[in-house]
């Protein structure tokens, strides 16, 4: 998403906007119960044979800080 979507999405969800900088995209930050959820852009890039592929992600991702043990059963 561009960086404009990412203000007018952050100004619709009530959230926190945040320019791109240089190594990283804009994003927008809500938060909500506690927790911080991040909005952004992931770029992967694949070169084949003179060809460079770029796709854009849009992901959402939430920190967590757990204080007790966790575990996969």
């Given amino acids: 998403m ?3 979507k990412w203000n007018e999405f ?3 969800i009530n959230g926190e906007y945040i320019k791109n900088s240089a190594w990283h995209s804009a994003k927008t930050i809500k938060k909500y119960k506690g927790h ?5 852009n992931y770029t992967t890039y694949q070169t084949v044979s003179n060809t460079t592929i770029t796709q ?7 920190p967590l800080n757990i204080n007790y043990e966790f575990s996969f059963e």
């Fill in 2 to 4: 561009k960086p404009e």
């Fill in 10 to 12: 952050a100004q619709y």
């Fill in 36 to 40: 911080s959820v991040i909005f952004d």
């Fill in 56 to 62: 854009v992600f849009t992901r959402l991702t939430i």
